[in-house]
């Protein structure tokens, strides 16, 4: 079982940045490939950034590349989300979560979600 915690979330003005955190529980973290994902109201839960368990590979959405970094501390059992040039269509909520293999864009894909955190962008 693993236990993920995302935190970073907060209200930010349309160009600037955030840097979101996914803790995770586990003695095997360092073994897990990680996404995170984004889900706004009214739409589905939305592929951002993957990033296999060494950390030499990442993916990302088009809408996120060039502005998104995703990178991982295994030392520290945690995943992270730089987020700059912020922009309002990137509010919502993101996710985290351990890829067990597939296809990166599927949510079904992955298992052991977070709660979530929340990520507003004014314009």
């Known amino acids: 079982q693993v236990q993920l915690v995302e935190s970073g979330g907060g209200l930010v003005q349309a160009g600037g940045s955030l840097r979101l955190s996914c803790a995770a529980s586990g003695r095997t973290f360092s073994t897990y490939t990680m996404g995170w994902f984004r889900q706004a109201p009214g739409k589905e839960r939305a592929f951002v950034a993957m990033?296999?368990?060494?950390?030499?590979?990442?993916y990302y959405a088009d809408s996120v590349k060039g502005r998104f970094t995703v990178s991982r501390d295994n030392a520290k059992n945690t995943v992270y989300l730089q987020m700059n040039s912020l922009k309002p269509e990137d509010t919502a909520v993101y996710y985290c979560a351990v890829f067990r293999g597939g296809n990166r864009y599927y949510p079904n894909d992955y298992d052991y979600w977070g709660q979530g955190t929340q990520v507003t962008v004014s314009s």
């Open positions: 990033i296999s368990w060494s950390g030499d590979s990442t």
